[in-house]
């Protein structure tokens, strides 16, 4: 998507369909975690995320009503802000890039998860993706934390690029570099 296009609207709840090679009870929990992380910072359905980086756009995001079941499971904000973070990024990347989720990395590559075109089965591993999250941070702390998790993942650098994806929830905005 370049810069001037429409904006778009995501629904996080799709990140279920639309993410088939991972389970789908974990997706649905990662997309309530990703609600109550931007209903904790007072956004409403229809709030707009700004993409900076090496992309320009804005999304509308939406969701389905925060319960307090969903308040009560993602209560720790750390392990919240985590996981939510992951549940915008895998719609964010699939958005911008076509990439898809395709499987969770081991520890010790730098990254966090594999992505690949879902319409290449069996899935083929094509770019490394590292994902953060911050609740509510200032413009620096969120500069910073790009530039850690671009460091983080250049050990892994080689054959496959990298897509790094830090998402504030409190403005709410998204950093996506690509590497």
């Not at 080689?158 to 897509?163: K, L, S, V």
Request: charged share 25%; net charge negative.
């Amino acid at each position: 998507m370049a810069k001037g296009d429409t904006i778009k609207s995501i629904h996080l709840g799709d990140v279920v369909e639309r993410l088939p090679a991972l389970e789908p009870h974990w997706l649905t929990s990662i997309s309530h975690a990703t609600a109550v992380c931007l209903d904790d910072q007072g956004h409403q359905p229809g709030v707009q995320i700004k993409v900076a980086g090496d992309f320009d756009v804005t999304f509308e995001l939406h969701w389905d009503s925060v319960t307090e079941q969903m308040r009560r499971t993602w209560e720790d904000e750390h392990y919240a802000t985590e996981h939510g973070a992951y549940g915008l990024a895998f719609l964010l990347v699939m958005e911008l890039t076509g990439f898809s989720v395709i499987e969770r990395s081991r520890k010790g590559p730098g990254f966090d998860y594999w992505l690949g075109d879902p319409s290449d089965l069996p899935f083929q591993n094509k770019a490394r993706l590292e994902v953060s999250g911050i609740r509510k941070g200032k413009r620096g702390q969120i500069n910073q934390r790009v530039r850690e998790k671009i460091e983080q993942v250049s050990p892994s650098d080689g054959t496959y690029p990298a897509i790094i994806v830090v998402i504030e929830f409190s403005r709410p905005e998204a950093h996506v570099h690509q590497r």
